[in-house]
């Protein structure tokens, strides 16, 4: 019986000086994707397509490092980003390893809003298989949810960071 957890987390950002001029820096994609995860992390791979090295993480007694091909989609005031493929190193000989990520944030007249879904599915790696799955659940959804609430956090200071320093030369002009 394969693991299954997930974790969501929605982002209500006020904004208060140039938020009519957000829609333009999310139209920003390369920009946008730079602020929103560690530039040195991510490589693009085409237009709209990127590979992500997250950063190695600890569970239990493993070491896993997810590497996930994104594809961003822009639209008028909104950017979408989903996974599109993960490659799981670490954990070895695991063929059904399966992550889904849903996420969009969008410009508004407050501000940014947005909201991230992250799900993950795979079967119980044999070096855990003594620890019951509901533990295994339960640590897999704090995982995730903990993922989510760093990547708000680096909105609501690398992202708006950026956004302040895109206006900058703007104004001045």
């Not at 501000?111 to 019951?132: N, R, W």
């Amino acid at each position: 019986m394969p693991l299954a957890f997930s974790a969501s987390q929605a982002l209500h950002l006020p904004v208060e000086q140039e938020q009519e001029r957000l829609a333009a820096y999310l139209a920003d994609e390369e920009r946008v994707m730079a602020a929103l995860l560690d530039a040195r992390q991510l490589e693009p791979l085409s237009p709209g397509r990127y590979r992500y090295t997250v950063t190695k993480l600890q569970v239990f007694q493993l070491q896993i490092q997810p590497v996930v091909e994104l594809v961003a989609r822009s639209h008028p005031n909104r950017i979408e980003l989903e996974a599109v493929d993960c490659e799981l190193e670490g954990l070895g000989l695991v063929d059904d390893f399966r992550l889904t990520l849903h996420s969009w944030l969008e410009a508004s007249d407050a501000g940014l809003a947005g909201e991230a879904a992250l799900a993950v599915s795979v079967s119980q790696p044999s070096l855990l298989k003594l620890i019951p799955t509901g533990v295994l659940e339960a640590t897999g959804r704090s995982l995730l949810a903990g993922i989510l609430l760093g990547i708000k956090t680096r909105v609501g200071q690398q992202l708006l960071g950026d956004f302040e320093r895109w206006c900058e030369p703007q104004a001045a002009a």
